[in-house]
């Protein structure tokens, strides 16, 4: 019989013996609490991770083992250590073929390094203690990041005119672990799709296990094609877990679709040069366009419409046609049409626009180019122009606006009147044509003169030799010669002033005898002469000042004298009698 106290100290130890279950503290491991005797243990694929069993408890002595515990519930013995007061001794019995082995450490720890996708099992850790045992269960759970999402578009022409739904493309995502989810986008928005076969979509999927133990997961979808699907983008997410249960995600690249759909409607227009109002200018050359919403891109034929009759003009698969140098001759009705056999009986295939060559004829003066006439007559010019749109025109001379209309009247001309007539013809609905015809306008008439009176430089009157500049201006048609009474005048030459005036100028001095007489300015042509005296009024003699000169002369003179006799007295002083009064005889 087993002694009292020797059953007492079995019934105390399984009171005693407490068993954890921690994941080591190695980089990237993750650390779970038991529960219920057993943990979860996560762990990204290549990290190192630790298994920790503990006794906790007063005992002097206990075995500690590690198993493996396969899916059908076999357990196979990997480690074990014993305890001895204080030291651990251990040693690995079975590494199942494991490269690295499993490792025990110091403190009865199973560790892993590198983490594999087989290492993704149940693992028991058992602690006897004399009779009494126990045990628990640690499950680790392997996560892998799979691969760069790969999708293979579907590269045939799918036609949006079947009524059954047809391969689009495949996603693949490679060597991950758990298995992802693939998710289909379409202009970004996901694809809610069945996994039921159906004509309107649906989606396959299939899990391979690679040679490594990690998963792949091929989807495929399968989409009826509508015509607004031409520019849609595609492409497929993978969303995969990760430890903590975060989750990533990797998207795919975008593609797009070939598609067939007939032609319902046609464009047609007149492309550029053309105006908004429709308008081509003769000469140019004109695009004509014709665009079809089919796909792929169908024949194109061009015509005019002559007396009710399609004259066909070009026929190509890009639906352009270009018309050289177009002619007046050329405006009318032209049109396109798409030969597309697949297009519904009600389907717009064609189309016409009208095509309106502007033209502009040079513009008709009734005058010639130079128009000559005496003052004070009166004319009308008329101008006169063909074009299509009726073209505006309007009058300028001198780049100055007269008036809108075909005649320009003219009434009680003066030498005003003479210059650059222009008559301008312009189209506002077609930019860039416009025409411009001139005559010039000569007025014949006797010269009109035009002096400038000068001012004395100080005080109201001119003074004896004071210089003077005159100016003489004159303006007529033919040109006026302008002549002075005196002599010194410069030739005739164009005025600063413009519109015909030719100016002469004379300097002189003013003299008593120019203020009585006067100086004539005088300006003749064919027609007549014109003359003007310069009067200087009083001119104010310099006698005051010619006194005072002939004073200052005979002070010098007398001084020079003086001067003199000093000198002479100076040179005969040695000489009896020189330079005495009564003395005789010559010096």
């Known amino acids: 019989m087993e002694p009292r106290d020797g059953r ?14 921690l994941l080591g503290a190695h980089p990237g491991a993750q650390a779970e609490e038991p529960l219920s005797g057993s943990s979860l243990v996560e762990v990204m694929k290549g990290d190192p991770v630790a298994l920790n069993c503990t006794a906790l408890g007063a005992h002097d002595h206990f075995v500690l083992e590690w198993f493996l515990a396969d899916r059908s519930g076999v357990r196979h013995h990997l480690a074990s250590a014993e ?11 079975d590494s199942r073929g494991r ?25 028991v850790c058992v602690v006897r203690a004399g009779a009494a045992s126990t045990e628990a269960t640690t499950q680790l759970r392997l996560f892998a990041k799979p691969e760069a999402t ?11 005119v079947d009524d059954f739904a047809q391969e689009i493309a495949t996603c693949n995502s490679r060597n991950g672990n758990p298995v992802p989810e693939i998710t289909w986008y379409r202009n970004g928005e996901p694809l809610r799709m069945p996994m039921e076969v159906n004509a309107d979509g649906y989606m396959t999927s299939r899990t391979v296990r690679e040679a490594s133990g990690l ?10 094609p509508r015509k607004a699907d031409q520019d849609a983008s595609f492409h497929c997410s993978v969303n995969y877990q990760l430890p903590t249960g975060r989750r990533g995600h990797l998207d795919s690249p975008t593609f797009h679709l070939s598609l067939h759909y007939p032609t319902e409607n046609v464009d047609f227009w007149v492309g550029s040069p053309s105006t908004t109002e429709g308008w081509v200018r003769e000469g140019d050359s004109v695009q004509l366009f014709c665009r079809g919403d089919g796909n792929p891109s169908v024949e194109y034929i061009f015509f005019r419409l002559q007396d009710k009759q399609e004259d066909v003009l070009k026929t190509n698969l890009e639906g352009n046609l270009t018309l050289e140098g177009v002619q007046r001759g050329q405006s009318g009705t032209y049109g396109c049409r798409v030969e597309d056999y697949d297009a519904a009986e009600d389907a717009v295939l064609s189309r016409t626009a009208e095509l309106r060559v502007a033209y502009l004829d040079p513009l008709e003066l ?3 180019e130079e128009l000559s006439l005496y003052l004070g007559n009166s004319t009308t010019v008329n101008c006169s122009v063909r074009g299509l749109p009726t073209p505006a025109l309007r009058w300028t001379k001198d780049f100055v606006p007269l008036g809108n209309g075909p005649t320009l009247s003219l009434s009680s001309i003066t030498f005003d009147s003479a210059g650059t007539y222009v008559c301008e013809a312009s189209m506002p609905t077609v930019p860039l044509l416009s025409r411009t015809q001139s005559f010039k306008l000569l007025v014949q008439g006797p010269p009109q003169l035009s002096p400038e009176e000068p001012q004395p430089q100080t005080g109201d009157s001119w003074k004896e030799g004071e210089e003077v500049r005159l100016v003489c201006s004159a303006r007529g048609y033919p040109e006026p010669k302008l002549s002075w009474s005196q002599l010194g005048g410069s030739p005739a030459e164009p005025a ?30 064919t027609h007549g002469k014109k003359q003007h005296v310069f009067h200087f009024g009083s001119v104010t003699p310099q006698t005051a000042q010619a006194g005072v000169a002939v004073m200052a002369v005979a002070v010098s003179v007398g001084l020079l004298l003086l001067v003199v006799a000093a000198f002479y007295c100076m040179r005969r002083k040695g000489r009896s009698g020189c330079c005495q009064r009564g003395e005789k005889g010559a010096p």
Do not use: F, M
């Not at 204080?86 to 690995?92: D, I, K």
């Not at 002033?497 to 100086?519: D, F, I, N, P, Q």
């Open 8 to 21: 007492a100290r079995a019934r105390r130890a399984p009171r005693l013996l407490v068993l954890a279950l």
């Open 83 to 93: 305890v001895q007061g204080s030291e651990l001794q251990g040693r690995v019995h």
């Open 99 to 123: 490269s690295p082995p499993y490792q025990l450490d110091s403190r009865g720890r199973l560790v892993l390094t590198e983490a594999q996708v087989g290492d993704e099992q149940n693992y």
């Open 150 to 160: 790969e999708v293979l578009p579907n590269k045939r022409i799918l036609s949006v």
């Open 215 to 224: 998963q792949s997961l091929v989807s495929t979808l399968y989409l009826r």
């Open 366 to 368: 009734s005058t010639e």
């Open 496 to 525: 600063l002033r413009g519109h015909g005036w030719v100016s002469s100028s004379l300097t002189l001095k003013v003299t008593s005898a120019l203020s009585r007489e006067g100086v004539s300015c005088e300006a003749s042509n």
